[in-house]
């Protein structure tokens, strides 16, 4: 991440102003809203993505555009509509993340268990895990100049990598479970590090060579769970045989309710999280990382290997997105791991890192957004289109990506020190 | 200077003298002996390989023993190989690879037709592979247009699903399924004119833009698709006829492949040709080439260098959206979540496997076409001696090996991806 050089002229924050007159806190505090700095655009990207997605929900749907149909003889029916189906897609979407207010009203009335009202944060927790383990991954990579588009197939063989100890070693727990997560971290950095060889031998962009793999990966996958190996016994389609039950991540809130899905993983991801950081801000490695991310030429000049920094950085990130996998075949895909088990979490570990602004805390916090979208989208389907969290969740980081774009919109002042923004490359 | 004229150009000493290729020399070798090892090994000395022109000559069969086919194929690959690591002329380089590709790739295939049930029908597949390149097609042209005048467009994925959400929202809103194909190409040309936008004017990382714009499109056709099926009659399936050009259909091979194929065949085909006349054949494709390689330069030549690459990206749109009518209007399919199954990014592939050159792209666009047909159709007829996955795995392997440069190397225009900012010069 890099700034830009434009730097205010005109309206520095104290242009114009009569030298007596102290500024105020309310007064800072309005430029601060009115100014395009990194927190504002965030606090204005999500704004900005509800509010269109307000206006999709509304323009494609059916009943709704029918008031409009005659608006001008009464506006209120349209009007009325309309605010009533943002409000409650968005409070569905709220009950399915957050808080269900219908499950704390039956708790009330004795009717629901504390293990209900949990049940939509630990959905959300849940989702948000893996996205954490590739938010890393991409985050990480970016710090060293690297986008790691490739998490999707680096998490695909991480979930092999665990899935294949966790069924095939006979170990009691505490050896069984940290050893398959091991082994999908491994899975995951050795198939990471193939783009980092090849960029650091042969000039291949990562880019390119991580959307190949991907694709090689997902079609592996496929190939994969249809091999006795790991071909379930007893079901006749494609899913794999079950983890043994030393291998299972064991759940957090397991005794409140059974149905509490979240588990150790998430833990794990907070404490990658933190590694992370500490990897990232206190190692030399993590400096190296850094350095080349900022200057690849002058970290040369430096003494720095280059080539090795981005092989040992794919590889790292790798074995964060190889967690990912390990957290779903160990946990919600400990029954049997699908075509399906991975979803799009690779991939959705972009936006989660753009949004986190590839800082491990900022995406801890995204990947809990993201999560709580995920989970209220599954919940409050049909009423709600389930693809609108990956709808908002696109319009979120594109303006995150194009913070010129939030400043031209809603009139921001820019920032001192320029806007911060994702430097461009080049093949 | 006299010492000037002593040194020969340095060119043309290279041209003739025999050159050693040790790298793709050596792959292809493998590969030869590879074939070779598998037909004396695993391949059963009974098999035979049967080759149908079906929609012609229905009674014609020819059946080949498998084993002695494999060898002679396997020996030829391996014969180009031994050439490579030997020397040949460079002029000779280009034919030799092509060679020892094309003898691998039949040596594969004549191997994988071996199997019982399996029946290599030539004209069926052939003109298969070329409906099924047409994406391919008009996607990687799409992206040479872009990336030529600079801008990487990584999302034509994103656009495929515009055009195929697009297109047949619009057949049925107007029911006329031409209608429908330019409703796909304002949409795949709106999704572009976003990311030009973005790449020009606030100058963002354009492969990051591009993922979230591809992102973007799923989430939006997918939305949509989720709220508009609650109406009736907004996804119905559209089709196109198929062209029969009378008597010259009925030619072996060229007939079915060529002359009856639906309309999207013919525009793919003149779109290869009239892309690469105006890139560089025409004034717009030689400021499109400069803006690509050295913005500065055409800058000061006068050229709007972020005015062009804007309405370059803006048109090249049009041709990726198009792309994406082939997903549902030239199937005869009503649209579906996700429909595009990443064929976009194959799109991006064979434009660096074309290297960033129409014909190139016309070339790989074919290779892909084919090995997703053969793919299909060995998986369709059950009998594969190689798992239908790893075929389908191959256009990403080929092209990882051709971005790692170990069968030639594959260079981007200089200045693609990055913004040009006119006062920083």
Not at chain 2, 112 to 128: D, H, K, M, P
Request: hydrophobic share 55%; charged share 10%; proline share 4%.
């Amino acid at each position: 991440m890099s700034t830009d050089t434009k730097t205010p002229t005109a309206d520095q924050p104290d242009a114009g102003r009569a030298p007596d007159e102290k500024p105020n806190f309310m007064r800072l505090f309005g430029r601060y809203l009115a100014e395009a700095n990194s927190v504002m655009v965030t606090v204005y990207s999500l704004l900005l993505a509800f509010f269109i997605g307000a206006i999709l929900l509304i323009v494609s749907d059916e009943y709704v555009r029918s008031t409009y149909t005659y608006f001008f003889a009464r506006p209120q029916d349209a009007l009325s509509a309309s605010w009533y189906l943002v409000r409650d897609s968005y409070l569905a979407l709220f009950e399915g993340a957050i808080l269900n207010l219908n499950t704390l009203d039956r708790f009330a009335a004795g009717n629901a268990d504390f293990g209900d009202i949990l049940r939509p944060l630990s959905e959300t927790l849940t989702y948000a895990t893996p996205l954490i383990f590739t938010g890393l991954a991409v985050g990480l990579a970016f710090r060293a100049g690297l986008f790691n588009i490739g998490a999707q197939g680096q998490m695909i063989f991480g979930m092999l990598g665990a899935l294949i100890i966790g069924f095939s070693l006979n170990l009691p727990a505490v050896l069984h479970l940290p050893l398959a997560i091991i082994a999908g971290a491994l899975a995951g950095a050795a198939f990471g590090a193939i783009p980092g060889v090849l960029k650091a031998t042969t000039g291949a962009h990562e880019v390119i060579s991580s959307i190949m793999l991907n694709n090689i990966a997902a079609y592996f996958l496929v190939w994969a769970i249809g091999t006795g190996f790991l071909h379930s016994e007893t079901k006749t389609d494609l899913v794999t045989k079950p983890v043994d039950e030393s291998a299972i991540m064991p759940k957090l809130l397991g005794t409140l309710s059974g149905s509490l899905r979240v588990n150790l993983a998430l833990l794990i991801g907070i404490a990658a999280a933190v590694f992370t950081w500490w990897l990232l801000s206190k190692s030399t490695f993590g400096f190296r990382i850094r350095a080349v991310g900022f200057n690849e030429h002058a970290s040369a000049t430096a003494g720095m290997r280059i080539g090795s920094t981005y092989t040992t950085t794919m590889a790292v990130a790798g074995g964060l997105a190889g967690l990912a996998g390990a957290a779903l075949s160990l946990g919600v895909g400990a029954g049997g791991i699908t075509t399906n088990t991975a979803l799009e979490y690779g991939f959705d570990g972009i936006t989660v890192a753009l949004l986190g602004r590839a800082n491990p805390a900022g995406i801890v916090a995204a990947a809990l957004l993201f999560g709580a979208l995920k989970a209220g989208a599954l919940s409050a389907q049909p009423d709600v289109p389930v693809d609108i969290s990956t709808l908002l969740q696109a319009i979120i980081v594109l303006f995150i990506a194009a913070p010129a774009l939030v400043k031209a919109i809603l009139h921001l002042r820019s920032p001192r020190g320029g806007l911060v923004t994702l430097e461009a490359k080049g093949w | 200077m006299a010492v000037d004229t002593m040194t020969p150009p340095p060119a043309l000493a290279d041209e003739r003298a025999p050159a050693r290729h040790i790298k793709a020399g050596a792959v292809y070798a493998a590969l030869g002996l590879f074939l070779v090892v598998m037909a004396m090994a695993v391949i059963g000395a009974d098999r035979t390989t049967t080759i149908t022109f079906d929609q012609t000559l229905t009674d014609a069969r020819w059946a080949l023993p498998t084993v002695g086919a494999v060898t002679a194929f396997g020996a030829i690959t391996a014969a180009a190989g031994a050439w490579m690591l030997l020397g040949l002329p460079q002029r000779w380089y280009k034919i030799g690879t092509a060679a020892g590709a094309t003898a691998f790739v039949l040596g594969l295939l004549t191997w994988a037709y071996s199997q019982t049930g399996a029946v290599f029908r030539a004209e069926s597949i052939l003109a298969g592979a070329l409906f099924l390149s047409l994406p391919y097609l008009f996607g990687a042209l799409s992206g040479v247009v872009c990336e030529r005048s600079g801008v990487i467009n990584i999302g034509i994925e994103g656009q495929f699903l515009m055009g195929a959400f697009t297109g047949v929202l619009v057949a049925n809103i107007t029911g006329n399924v031409y209608a429908g194909m330019v409703g796909a190409m304002i949409a795949g040309s709106l999704s572009t004119m976003l990311l030009a936008l973005l790449a020009t004017k606030y100058q963002v990382n354009q492969v990051v833009v591009g993922v979230i714009l591809n992102l973007l499109a799923l989430g939006f056709t997918s939305f949509m698709y989720d709220q508009l099926k609650k109406a009736e009659g907004l996804n119905s399936a559209f089709s196109i006829p198929t062209l029969t050009w009378g008597p010259l259909a009925e030619i072996p091979v060229i007939g079915p492949v060529l002359f009856q194929q639906k309309i999207l065949v013919y525009i793919g085909l003149a779109l290869v040709f009239a892309v690469w006349f105006l890139l560089y054949r025409t004034r717009w494709g030689l400021r499109t080439r400069a803006v690509g390689e050295h913005p500065a330069a055409a800058d000061s030549m006068g050229v709007n260098v972020n005015r062009l690459r804007f309405w370059n990206v803006t048109a090249a749109g049009l041709l990726s959206g198009f792309g994406g009518a082939w997903f549902t209007i030239a199937n005869s399919l009503a649209f579906s979540k996700n429909m595009t199954a990443g064929l976009g990014f194959v799109a991006l592939a064979v434009m660096i496997v074309g290297r960033w050159n129409p014909l190139g792209v016309l070339i790989g666009a074919l290779i892909f076409g084919f090995t997703t047909q053969v793919a299909r159709d060995l998986d369709a007829s059950g009998g594969a001696v190689v798992p239908g996955e790893f075929l389908q795995m191959l256009p990403y392997v080929v092209t990882l090996v051709v971005v790692a440069g170990l069968i030639g190397k594959a260079k981007a225009p200089a200045a693609d991806g990055v913004p040009y900012n006119p006062g920083d010069k």
